[in-house]
């Protein structure tokens, strides 16, 4: 079994898909979505798949076929190192603990198989160091 | 007992033993202050934090014809037009009309200059017999301009309340983001490498301190605004907002890694600077205090829901449980965050380490003492 995230993007033509659905009955995948809106430009959903890796492979294959844009999402905050300080003003407002200190340098390491793409810790950042690419 | 003299001379020499102040505790915890005074010259400290009353002094040269001019803008930040024809102040916390969604102040203004970028000035003036120019619209860059220094009037404020939210919504503040019910923390200091809590009584620290601000060289001007003796202590050192210090140093000398505007969503703009005071090993005593921890260093807990001037404490942690990322608080963990950055403190210590190794420079002894007596009073509503 394996975990993967994706940012899905969907047009007029497909918003109503059940994207969760079939892939739980096709592909025996687990879907966890992390983040789900409707945009003037269409739909973007987060969204993470547990399974195993063929079944994932064909997951991607299959939305991509119905007209869905699908990317891998691997680095869903973006932080931009020149202008972090790690302050460490993003550590407490993150909901999974994504943010912490290193304890040898004091920097402050994001750990990305934690986050999930919420978008807490963006306003907190004094230096507007963190973006989430949607 | 050593004498600034003394100590110069080794500094001189590039045989001063110079320490920070995080890395003199094992020392004396190991040794004991009367050993490790001898043995110690120096302890540099260092802090990097949101320092909001600090701002520049520039000036910008005359254009032809000249100009007198009375309101300034810099990359659109108001700039202050009542000193004389081009000399100007910038606040950190000046904030740009239609900065987006992200503020853009002063500070930011601070940060462009000192990296060297171009910003862009526009001014106007009444047009008088001897300045006949009534608008000006020109891009300087602070290698263009005359005198640029920072003359900030309350920095290292000594210690500083950590901050909560009891309320059921979030706060913005300048203490940071804070969650609803209780469910963070914010915290700013360098605790055992802040400048003031290595020299809670301002024994070495004093007027005309020689000091690194900002990646260069700058002094101690006087007493920082709010400066206040009064606070309670523990361990020998306040554990309330006491002392503060009036800075000064010149911009061009600085580097944008020590000098970032930033904006406290919902809040504003202001500046955080890297400061770092080094601290003359006259004593035992001296080195006694500038090896606290730590863990020996408190601050009280304040809940910033509460919009009156005396906000009830609601506890009081050791710098120590802060940093560990959460404080047992009525039985409650609460998750904390820092907002001035341990690693560029650190950064700060350090480079003024190595300028004092490397004979680089020298320490002043204060030509005057900052007061022992002073508090802060309250704004009166007269009607």
């Given at each position: 079994m394996i975990q993967k995230r994706y940012k899905l993007k969907f047009s007029e033509e497909n918003l109503q898909e059940s994207v969760a659905y079939i892939l739980v009955s096709k592909f025996n995948i687990q879907p966890n979505i992390l983040r789900a809106e409707v945009r003037d430009d269409g739909g973007v959903m987060v969204l993470e798949m547990k399974g195993r890796q063929e079944d994932i492979d064909a997951s991607v294959v299959y939305l991509s076929d119905a007209g869905i844009s699908i990317k891998a999402f691997d680095k869903q905050i973006l932080k931009d190192l020149d202008k972090c300080t790690d302050c460490g003003a993003c550590i407490s407002v993150c909901p999974t603990k994504c943010f912490t200190p290193d304890p040898a340098t004091w920097e402050i390491v994001l750990n990305y198989d934690k986050c999930i793409a919420c978008g807490a810790c963006l306003n907190a950042c004094p230096f507007q160091a963190l973006t989430l690419p949607l | 007992m050593k004498t600034y003299g003394e100590i110069n001379e080794r500094i001189r020499q590039k045989k001063a033993v110079v320490y920070t102040a995080e890395e003199v505790i094992d020392l004396v915890r190991s040794k004991g202050a009367e050993k490790a005074a001898e043995k110690v010259d120096v302890v540099t400290t260092g802090t990097f934090g949101a320092m909001c009353s600090s701002g520049a002094f520039l000036n910008f040269g005359h254009s032809d014809p000249p100009i007198r001019m009375t309101d300034v803008r810099l990359?659109?930040?108001?700039?202050?037009?009542?000193?004389?024809?081009?000399?100007?102040?910038?606040?950190?916390?000046?904030?740009?009309?239609?900065?987006?969604?992200?503020?853009?102040?002063?500070?930011?203004?601070?940060?462009?200059?000192?990296?060297?970028?171009?910003?862009?000035?526009?001014?106007?003036?009444?047009?008088?017999?001897?300045?006949?120019?009534?608008?000006?619209?020109?891009?300087?860059?602070?290698?263009?301009?005359?005198?640029?220094?920072?003359?900030?009037?309350?920095?290292?404020?000594?210690?500083?309340?950590?901050?909560?939210?009891?309320?059921?919504?979030?706060?913005?503040?300048?203490?940071?983001?804070?969650?609803?019910?209780?469910?963070?923390?914010?915290?700013?200091?360098?605790?055992?490498?802040?400048?003031?809590?290595?020299?809670?009584?301002?024994?070495?620290?004093?007027?005309?301190?020689?000091?690194?601000?900002?990646?260069?060289?700058?002094?101690?001007?006087?007493?920082?605004?709010?400066?206040?003796?009064?606070?309670?202590?523990?361990?020998?050192?306040?554990?309330?907002?006491?002392?503060?210090?009036?800075?000064?140093?010149?911009?061009?000398?600085?580097?944008?890694?020590?000098?970032?505007?930033?904006?406290?969503?919902?809040?504003?703009?202001?500046?955080?600077?890297?400061?770092?005071?080094?601290?003359?090993?006259?004593?035992?005593?001296?080195?006694?205090?500038?090896?606290?921890?730590?863990?020996?260093?408190?601050?009280?807990?304040?809940?910033?829901?509460?919009?009156?001037?005396?906000?009830?404490?609601?506890?009081?942690?050791?710098?120590?449980?802060?940093?560990?990322?959460?404080?047992?608080?009525?039985?409650?963990?609460?998750?904390?965050?820092?907002?001035?950055?341990?690693?560029?403190?650190?950064?700060?210590?350090?480079?003024?380490?190595?300028?004092?190794?490397?004979?680089?420079?020298?320490?002043?002894?204060?030509?005057?003492?900052?007061?022992?007596?002073?508090?802060?009073?309250?704004?009166?509503?007269?009607?």
């Open positions: - | 990359n659109g930040v108001e700039a202050y037009g009542g000193l004389a024809a081009v000399d100007t102040y910038i606040g950190a916390t000046a904030t740009r009309e239609n900065g987006g969604e992200f503020g853009y102040g002063g500070g930011h203004v601070i940060e462009e200059l000192i990296a060297g970028n171009r910003v862009r000035l526009r001014a106007w003036g009444p047009g008088t017999d001897c300045y006949v120019r009534k608008d000006i619209d020109t891009y300087i860059t602070l290698d263009d301009i005359n005198e640029a220094y920072l003359f900030n009037p309350r920095n290292c404020y000594q210690n500083y309340a950590s901050a909560t939210n009891t309320l059921d919504r979030t706060l913005y503040t300048y203490m940071g983001k804070l969650l609803p019910r209780m469910k963070n923390v914010t915290y700013s200091t360098s605790g055992q490498l802040s400048p003031l809590l290595n020299d809670p009584h301002l024994e070495t620290i004093g007027g005309g301190t020689r000091i690194f601000l900002g990646g260069g060289e700058g002094y101690v001007a006087w007493q920082g605004t709010q400066y206040n003796v009064n606070a309670p202590e523990r361990n020998g050192v306040p554990t309330s907002g006491a002392r503060t210090l009036a800075l000064i140093g010149d911009m061009k000398q600085m580097d944008r890694e020590y000098v970032r505007g930033m904006e406290m969503y919902r809040y504003g703009t202001s500046l955080a600077i890297g400061v770092g005071i080094p601290i003359p090993i006259l004593n035992a005593d001296v080195m006694k205090r500038a090896a606290i921890s730590d863990e020996e260093l408190y601050t009280n807990l304040v809940d910033y829901s509460v919009t009156e001037k005396s906000r009830a404490i609601l506890g009081q942690y050791s710098y120590a449980e802060l940093r560990s990322g959460s404080i047992d608080h009525e039985g409650h963990k609460i998750r904390t965050s820092p907002l001035s950055s341990y690693r560029k403190a650190r950064q700060v210590a350090e480079k003024l380490k190595d300028w004092i190794e490397n004979g680089e420079f020298l320490l002043t002894e204060p030509t005057f003492k900052l007061p022992t007596s002073g508090e802060v009073k309250p704004l009166e509503v007269r009607r």
